[in-house]
Nanobody
Framework: QVQLVESGGGLVQAGGSLRLSCTASGRTVSRTNIGWFRQAPGKEREFVAVLVWSSPTTYYGDSVKGRCTMSRDNAKNTVYLQMNSLQVEDTAVYYC????????????????WGQGTQVTVSS
């Protein structure tokens, strides 16, 4: 069973950048579709991005498109989410998840989740 651990969250000023990491154990990320979601207080979990291993292709949610980039380091079995031009509205707990089946942008399509990492953007 794959396990995922996120890291890299923190407090950053608006306009700044962060790079989140998602390190996997139990399965190689080079053959696993890994997605990023986020959840702000009182809001539903929102799709951020997914890296499809077979292409490889990345898809981004509309709210982060043009500001975020996913990448992968096979040697470290880790995927990254580089976030630039951060806005206060990006404040949330960010989760990485392993894809199972269904639409990439739906959280129900993922069956293994990390514990999350908090990102806070101050104005």
């Amino acid at each position: 069973q794959v396990q995922l651990v996120e890291s890299g969250g923190g407090l950053v000023q608006a306009g700044g950048s962060l790079r989140l990491s998602c390190t996997a154990s139990g399965r190689t990320v080079s053959r696993t579709n890994i997605g990023w979601f986020r959840q702000a207080p009182g809001k539903e979990r929102e799709f951020v991005a997914v890296l499809v291993w077979s292409s490889p292709t990345t898809y981004y949610g509309d709210s982060v498109k043009g500001r975020c980039t996913m990448s992968r380091d096979n040697a470290k079995n880790t995927v990254y989410l580089q976030m630039n031009s951060l806005q206060v509205e990006d404040t949330a707990v960010y989760y990485c998840a392993a894809y199972s089946s269904g639409h990439y942008y739906r959280s129900s399509a993922y069956n293994v989740w990390g514990q999350g990492t908090q990102v806070t953007v101050s104005s």
